[in-house]
């Protein structure tokens, strides 16, 4: 064999042994940031330039269209351009539409974009009254169902088994819907996207001629993200291969986090056993993140049933992991944007900054808190907050209760919550995923919104008002922004400075993750998480939703062996105590001075502090006169940016996240002239 040095040298030792383990079959466990990408098209290009493979030969297989445009993009550079390299849909839709009207005799059925519109012709049959939500959930759970080899009549057992739920819906009456949602398929002659993999499956499994053509045609295998794959992708990979072993597959079992729509991080770990005599190789030096965040990664892990390669940082040490805990998460937000400020004026690019949460909903204290000082954002993977659907309705709802006096004689509070419970909305929480879930979630966000707004104004039409001064203020044009993203939409990104927020449990891990299994995957949320951040990695929490609210959540359970020591003890104190921590920094408070002072002594302040103390001083003696908590005329938070900012006239106090049109016409001459 001649070996190919130009494409090699530049290889580490373990991305080199990839590149030259050119026969299958080929295990390549990939840590985070370890160049998988890099070692697999050397391989292929490896094996073309030494003349083991013909290019039009080799299928490299992925589970996005992203990954295999820049897959694609790589070979060429690399002088192997006529490979091949598609997602399992693309492979097995390109087959399908050559093979099919051959071996059917009739045109292949029309592909359909979205399910929805057909199963709400199923659910009507079924006399079942279903939503967007409800039908997009429907949607996931037969997608789940149809990539797990799940058939309608088997479905009830199965899910049951699996502890599978649609929120709201028993196990038979969604075994209905599916059979049902099938049948309304046929009949229109559409297939769907798991039908592609089903069809394609079934015609080489039933059409020896077919299979053998495609086996002529692809005689060498590669397939990324193997973790992800599902018993349908890997029952048709096994059709592709044919009884063969020239497969290489790359993939991290700690960085499974799909389970729940059909990913079986299974087929991995044990490759080597349906695969005798299998070259097993992992990758083990990451390049993206400094020697702190693999090390704190690294720690996440050990120990779990996550456990899987352990990384080693080939970048040059950076600064600590910080750990920070506020009061509230309005608190936890401005604190991030305040560092994002540090950051940017510091010269860090805007597009290489991330704040990383868990569910889409906890994405607007951060919007609101990066609009208030001007930040341009994007949030990736969803709609800003207030463009979702659910929450276009419920404002423009809560304004229509508003303008018509049908909450006259209805406290703030207990206005909204009428609007949202007539929309769906329960003060509990529904059990299982999906968007159902999420559309609670975001009207929870609402309606906690109200609570907080209610402590300091009742007014309904001043919410109103607030709730239009917010849209407003998320709404601006984005050009390089900071990235608001939850850790499944971050998976395969990477920025500088990475912010994972929320980390308390109840949220991390989730509350419908009841199961071993299901927590393990949620430990594995958060690692992958942390390993998208190459220079700054800060992890936070909050002791209670609203200010003012009480302090009862504790850090994350994963997080117990991260924590300083002298953070982790004050995971233990009751329920009731508050731990006071720096402003600046979150490390707890140590010393008397300090706890006044409400930052470490070495912190510098990112505010004005002695225009702080004549705030809380003036606020303090307003406070007593109007007979409220001092917290109710403003939050030490808004105090400190109004310190940090410094407005001048009226509309520059409006712009301070907690100052609304009320606040302002009944604090906001007396602000200015502290101020002044």
């Known amino acids: 064999m001649t070996v190919a040095p130009d494409l090699l040298d530049a290889l580490d030792p373990e991305q080199r042994q990839v590149a030259e383990a050119l026969r299958g079959p080929v295990r390549v466990l990939a840590g985070a940031g370890t160049g998988k990408t890099r070692a697999i098209t050397h391989r292929i290009a490896h094996g073309v330039a030494t003349g083991v493979y013909a290019p039009t030969e080799v299928l490299a297989v992925t589970f996005t269209t992203r990954a295999a445009g820049e897959m694609r993009g790589r070979l060429r550079v690399l002088g192997a351009g006529g490979v091949q390299a598609r997602t399992f849909h693309s492979a097995a839709l390109r087959q399908l539409r050559y093979f099919w009207p051959r071996t059917s005799g009739h045109e292949l059925p029309t592909l359909t974009e979205s399910k929805i519109g057909l199963l709400a012709s199923a659910a009507r049959r079924q006399r079942l009254n279903a939503d967007q939500a409800l039908l997009r959930d429907l949607a996931s759970e037969i997608e789940w169902a149809k990539v797990s080899n799940v058939h309608p009549d088997d479905y009830t057992r199965i899910a049951r088994a699996r502890g599978r739920s649609v929120t709201g819906q028993d196990h038979e009456t969604v075994a209905r819907v599916f059979a049902g949602y099938e049948e309304v398929k046929r009949g229109q002659g559409r297939m769907d996207m798991e039908d592609v993999l089903l069809l394609t499956a079934g015609m080489l499994a039933d059409d020896e001629r077919v299979a053998a053509q495609v086996r002529r045609q692809y005689k060498w295998f590669v397939v990324d993200e193997y973790q992800d794959v599902s018993p349908l992708q890997s029952a048709l990979l096994g059709l592709w291969l044919g009884g063969r072993d020239e497969l290489c597959v790359v993939g991290d079992p700690a960085q499974t986090i799909y389970s729940f729509a059909g990913a079986d991080a299974t087929y991995l770990r044990e490759f080597p056993a349906k695969f005798p005599g299998t070259t097993s190789i992992e990758l083990v030096r990451n390049y993206r993140s400094t020697p702190e965040v693999v090390s704190a990664a690294n720690t996440l892990l050990a120990g779990s049933a996550s456990s899987g390669v352990e990384l080693r940082a080939q970048r040059p040490s950076g600064p600590t992991v910080t750990y920070t805990q506020r009061l509230d998460e309005v608190a936890e937000a401005e604190a991030v944007a305040a560092q994002i400020v540090r950051l940017r004026d510091a010269g860090r690019s805007l597009a290489e900054i991330a704040v990383l949460f868990r569910i889409n909903a906890q994405s607007e204290t951060f919007e609101e808190a990066l609009s208030a000082r001007g930040i341009p954002y994007v ?61 609670w979630e975001s009207w929870n966000a609402l309606f906690n919104t109200a609570t907080e707004f209610a402590a300091t104004n009742p007014d309904l039409n001043a919410f109103v008002d607030d709730l239009d001064r917010r849209a407003a203020e998320q709404h601006a044009p984005v050009a390089d922004g900071v990235t608001l993203a939850t850790f499944h939409a971050a998976k395969g990104l990477e920025w500088d400075s990475v912010f994972l927020c929320g980390l308390q449990d109840g949220t991390l891990p989730i509350t419908y993750a009841d199961t071993p299994l299901a927590i393990e995957e949620e430990r594995r949320l958060l690692y992958v998480g942390m390993t998208r951040a190459r220079v700054d990695l800060a992890l936070s929490w909050s002791l209670a939703r609203n200010p003012g609210g009480r302090a009862s959540r504790k850090p994350s359970r994963f997080l117990d062996q991260l924590l300083p020591d002298e953070a982790r003890a004050g995971r233990e104190l009751p329920r009731n105590r508050k731990v006071a921590s720096c402003r600046e920094c979150g490390r707890p408070l140590s010393t008397g001075a300090e706890k006044k002072r409400g930052r470490c002594a070495d912190c510098p302040a990112s505010y004005d502090e002695e225009l702080f103390e ?3 001083e003036w606020r303090k003696d307003r406070a007593g006169e109007e007979s409220v908590p001092a917290f109710v005329v403003f939050t030490d938070a808004t105090l400190q940016l109004i310190a940090e900012h410094k407005p001048r006239t009226p509309e520059a106090l409006l712009r301070i996240n907690g100052i609304g049109r009320q606040k302002l016409d009944r604090y906001g001459e007396d602000v200015l002239s502290v101020v002044g």
């Open 379 to 439: 949030i990736r993977g969803a709609a800003r907050f207030f463009d979702r659907p659910e929450v276009r309705e419920a404002v423009t709802r809560i304004r229509g209760a508003a303008r018509s006096g049908e909450a006259d004689g209805s406290s703030l509070v207990e206005a909204v919550g009428g609007v949202l419970a007539g929309m769906g909305w329960t003060t509990e929480a529904p059990t299982a995923r999906g968007q159902t879930r999420d559309r």
């Open 614 to 616: 004549r705030l809380r």
